[in-house]
T-cell receptor, first 115, second 113 residues
Framework: AQKITQTQPGMFVQEKEAVTLDCTYD???????LFWYKQPSSGEMIFLIY??????QNATEGRYSLNFQKARKSANLVISASQLGDSAMYFC????????????FGTGTSLTVIP | DVKVTQSSRYLVKRTGEKVFLECVQD?????MFWYRQDPGLGLRLIYF???????EKGDIPEGYSVSREKKERFSLILESASTNQTSMYLC????????????FGNGTRLTVT
C-alpha cells in the first residue's frame, strides 16, 4: 500500500514566487518523522527539512518550510522566493519507528522554475 | 559531514552475471539501506540493515540479497542479473535517532544487457 503520496508529477513556478509541493502520508503510528529531499539533475539526494510527528510548530529551514497538518496527514513543502537552482525533483519521505526506522518515499514532484 | 560512498557510478553487466554493489559509510550509523530509483516510481526499498549481520526485506527484495559483515559496509548482490534490474541504485545510512535523515551515496547506474 502506498504510504506516501505526491500527486503532482510536475510543477512550474515563476522565479521569485512561492510554490507548494503536496505530500500526504498514511500511518497509524503515533510517532513518525517526515522529510523532504531535493534531487537535482546531477542525481545527488539533498536533505532539506524534517518534521517530527509530535512537533507543535511547523519546521522551517531558510526558504523551505513545512506545512504540517497532522489531522489531514499532510506535510506540504513550501519554497519561498523560488530560484532557478530550485529546479529539481522533490521527494517526500516518512520514517516509521515501528518498522525498524524504515523510510518510505513518494514518487516525487518535478519542479521547474521559469525565469 | 557524513560520507556515503558507492563503489561505482556506472556499471554495465550481462544477463545472468552476479553483480556486487558496494556501499561504505563513515559515520558509524546503525542503519543502512538500499533503494532503487526508476522514473515515475520514486525510491523503492530493496533491503535495509539495522545492525551488523542483520537484514530486513524491503518492498522489492526479489532477485537481490545483501551482506553486512561490518558496520560501515553494506553490499547489494544481484545473484543473476536480469534486464529488469537496469536501474539507479542508491545506498543510504542513518543513525538511530528519530530526527536523523537518510544520507545518500551518489548512486550507481546499472545497465544489464
Amino acid at each position: 500500500a502506498q504510504k506516501i503520496t505526491q500527486t503532482q508529477p510536475g510543477m512550474f513556478v515563476q522565479e521569485k514566487e512561492a510554490v507548494t509541493l503536496d505530500c500526504t502520508y498514511d500511518t497509524s503510528d503515533p510517532s513518525y518523522g517526515l522529510f523532504w529531499y531535493k534531487q537535482p539533475s546531477s542525481g545527488e539526494m539533498i536533505f532539506l527539512i524534517y518534521q517530527g510527528s509530535y512537533d507543535q510548530q511547523n519546521a522551517t529551514e531558510g526558504r523551505y518550510s513545512l506545512n504540517f497538518q497532522k489531522a489531514r496527514k499532510s506535510a506540504n513543502l513550501v519554497i519561498s522566493a523560488s530560484q532557478l537552482g530550485d529546479s529539481a525533483m522533490y521527494f517526500c519521505a516518512m520514517r516509521r519507528k515501528n518498522t525498524g526506522n524504515q523510510f518510505y518515499f513518494g514518487t516525487g514532484t518535478s519542479l521547474t522554475v521559469i525565469p | 559531514d557524513v560520507k556515503v560512498t558507492q563503489s561505482s557510478r556506472y556499471l554495465v553487466k550481462r544477463t545472468g552475471e552476479k553483480v556486487f554493489l558496494e556501499c561504505v559509510q563513515d559515520m558509524d550509523h546503525e542503519n543502512m539501506f538500499w533503494y532503487r530509483q526508476d522514473p515515475g516510481l520514486g525510491l523503492r526499498l530493496i533491503y535495509f540493515s539495522y545492525d551488523v549481520k542483520m537484514k530486513e526485506k524491503g518492498d522489492i527484495p526479489e532477485g537481490y540479497s545483501v551482506s553486512r559483515e561490518k558496520k560501515e559496509r553494506f553490499s547489494l548482490i544481484l545473484e543473476s542479473a536480469s534486464t529488469n534490474q537496469t536501474s539507479m541504485y542508491l545506498c543510504a545510512s542513518s543513525s538511530g535517532q528519530e530526527n536523523s535523515p537518510l544520507h545518500f551515496g551518489n548512486g550507481t547506474r546499472l545497465t544489464v544487457t
